[in-house]
């Protein structure tokens, strides 16, 4: 696995981390999208997040992600990467995203190797999400915060890291003034509907990881 873990540090890393998708490229990324706006940027006065795709390989390479306790105050029951609100006094983005994960699903930060940051993802409820691309390199024990999350699933790195997965569709939203138009993302899944800035952030690294590295997902 140690291939894998040098190819995914490639990707996250590499040349074109810097490198928004442009709407050309962006069609041959997956469905028929359309990105003819720039509202998915985040905005200067975005309040800061930062969420954990955590990357474990044994027993099959997947990425931790979570389901939202019914609870919570906003995205109740959809799909998530750990992560939350950036704390003052703390490190931005990796001590956000680690010890949230801590919080979330009870991952030792010790056990999270950084390999990088992706590029913020803006939300419609005003936050700037950085995501940390962490390698968890031995078998750990997660729990469920239950105040947080009802359920850890892990999803194959394989269809995380293929861009047929994902599609998007336009969203437009009225407000006054102007009418805002969105894209929202999706990943082909399961029973569990993986979208919006979940899905937009896995789909950066399936770009990342196609730009860097061979076309080809497997690894083995």
Known sequence: MSDLKSR???A??????????TPAEAQAFGGGF???DTANNPAPTAK?????????PNPEPSVVLTVRAQGVPQHAGQVALPGGRHHPGEAFPNETALREAHEEVGLDPLDAESLGVLLPVATLTGY????VVAWVDRPVQLAP????????????LVDVLNPERYST???SVPTPGRVMHYRIWRLQAGQWP????????????????RGRTSSSVAWR
């Open 48 to 56: 800061k997040a930062a969420v954990l795709v955590a990357c474990v």
């Open 145 to 156: 915060q239950e105040r947080e999350v009802s359920q850890i699933f892990h999803w194959p």
């Open 128 to 131: 700037a999400v950085t995501p």
């Open 194 to 209: 993986i979208w919006g800035a979940t899905a937009e952030i896995l789909a950066q690294l399936a770009h990342r990881w």
């Open 8 to 10: 995914l540090v490639e």
């Open 34 to 36: 359309s990105l003819d």
């Open 169 to 171: 569709h336009r969203l």
């Open 12 to 21: 996250v890393q590499g040349a074109n981390a810097q490198h928004r998708t």
